[in-house]
C-alpha cells in the first residue's frame, strides 16, 4: 500500500527495470512484470546497454 513512498515512478523517458520479492526473473523487468533478484536486473541493464547505450535506472519495489 506504500510502495510509492520508497519508489516513486520514473519519468517516462528513461529506461527502467523494476524488480520485487514476488516478482519472477523470466519476468520482462516492467512494473507490471518484475524481476526478482538483482542479478537478473544487472544482467537485463547489461542487455539493455549493448542495444542502446544509456542510463538504465532500477527501481526496487517494497517487499517482504
Excluded: I, Y
Excluded at 512494473?31 to 532500477?58: D, F, I, K, N, Y
Amino acid at each position: 500500500p506504500f510502495d510509492w513512498l520508497f519508489s516513486p515512478p520514473p519519468p517516462a523517458s528513461l529506461r527502467v527495470l523494476w524488480l520485487s520479492p514476488p516478482g519472477n526473473d523470466a519476468g520482462t523487468g516492467t512494473a507490471e512484470a518484475p524481476l526478482r533478484t538483482l542479478e537478473a536486473a544487472q544482467e537485463a541493464a547489461r542487455s539493455a546497454r549493448m542495444a542502446q547505450p544509456g542510463p538504465v535506472h532500477v527501481v526496487l519495489k517494497a517487499g517482504r
